[in-house]
C-alpha cells in the first residue's frame, strides 16, 4: 500500500460517514441549532483551540523527528487560526471548552503511525467544517469571513497532503498502514457517531432524506 491507495481506501470505507459529516446539517449539529454569527464563530473557535492542544500534546513526546517536527509546526498553525477566529468574533473566548470527538479520539493515540493517520482523518473532517463555515458566511453576505474559513480550509488539506507524505515515510509493511487507516476509521467515526447523536437530540435525521 502506498499514501494514494490509503487514502483512496479510508475515504471509499467512511464514504457514507464523510458524505453526511459534508451536509448542511453538520453546523446544525455542532451548534446544537443556534446558527447566528456569533454562535458559529465561537464554535469554530473551540475547534481550533482544540486542535492546538493536541497538536502540542503530541509534539511533547513524538519520538520520530519528522512527524514531532510536523506536530509542533500544526500546533502553531492552530495557535494562528484560534487567534484569526477570535479576531473575527470581536469578543472575549476563553478557549477551554470540552473537547469533541474528532479531538477528544485523536489526543488518545500514541503512536507514530497511529497519530499520522488520526491527523488525516481529522483533516477529511476538518475540510468538510471550514467547507459549511464558508458557505454559512456565504449565505450571512459576509465574504471577508468566508475567505478567512477558505484560508483555513486550504490549510487543513495541506495538513492532510502533509500527514500521508510522513506515512509513506514511516509505514515499512501493509500492517503499518492498516494500523493507521484504523486509526484515521475511528477519528472519522467518532465524529460522526457526535454528529448523528447531536442531530437525534435535536429530533433531527441524520440521515439524508432522499
Known sequence: MD???FS???EDEMDVELERLGSSKLLVALTDAELDEPTVLRTAAD???AAARTFEAWADDETDEGAREAF???AARERDHYD???DALEGDHDGTPEDGAVHAEPRSLETTTARLGG???RALVGERTHLQLVSFFVNEGDETRAELFRELRADTNASRERAL???ADVCETDEDWGRAREAAESVIQ???DEYADSLEGLGVDPKPIC
Open 72 to 74: 509542533a509546526e500544526l
Open 47 to 49: 475547534g481550533e483551540h
Open 190 to 192: 467518532r465524529a460522526y
Open 84 to 86: 484569526r477566529v477570535t
Open 119 to 121: 491527523l488525516v482523518g
Open 3 to 5: 499514501a494514494t491507495s
Open 165 to 167: 507524505e510522513l506515512l
Open 8 to 10: 483512496e481506501t479510508l
